[in-house]
């Protein structure tokens, strides 16, 4: 998979629409197995951005289905999607230049949060990500019970079985 990304730090997106990317989140990259720049993609919700390391997205868009004649959903999907997904380098001071568009579609302002969330970046208004964080905390039990669920369906568990379940 690449690099795991964790934490988050709060940063300003600045006038040039230049995002400094945490040298905590560069040093980890490998440039032979995960590039040298990032993809950025709309995220989800819509109001987010995900930057993904430009070899781990290439990974991912091979392994997603492809046909010469592909179905209504995965076509309409495709067609918004990759339009938007821009390769982004970073600088000497390991800055990125965000798309005008994809930040004016977003809505995200100049105060930003970047997150790591396992295989990707995700850049978020800063005032949402504080009140989404706190919501989330209270129901952290509930949260982390269903994503367990979740990857037993897939039969990938990312951690050690809880004492007493089966």
């Known amino acids: 998979m690449g ?15 230049r995002l400094a990317i945490p040298a905590k989140f560069r040093s980890r990259m490998d440039p ?11 995220g989800q919700p819509p109001d987010r951005l995900w930057l993904y390391t430009e070899k781990h997205f290439d990974r991912l868009a091979a392994r997603a289905n492809s046909a010469l004649i592909p179905d209504d959903n995965q076509l309409q999907f495709e067609q918004v999607f990759f339009p938007l997904a821009e390769y982004l380098e970073l600088d ?35 005032d949402d990500f504080e009140r ?15 994503a367990r669920e979740a990857y037993s369906d897939v039969g990938r568990h990312p951690g050690p079985p809880e004492a007493g379940s089966s």
């Open 3 to 17: 690099v795991i990304f964790t934490g988050y730090y709060e940063h300003a997106v600045d006038a040039k629409n």
């Open 32 to 42: 032979e197995q995960d590039g040298k720049g990032f993809v950025v993609v709309p």
């Open 92 to 126: 000497s001071q390991g800055r990125i230049l965000l798309p005008e568009k994809m930040l004016a579609r977003a809505g995200l302002g100049r105060e930003v949060v970047i997150c790591g969330v396992r295989d990707h970046l995700e850049i978020r208004r800063r």
């Open 132 to 146: 989404e964080l706190e919501s989330s905390w209270q129901r952290y039990r509930e949260l982390q019970l269903k």
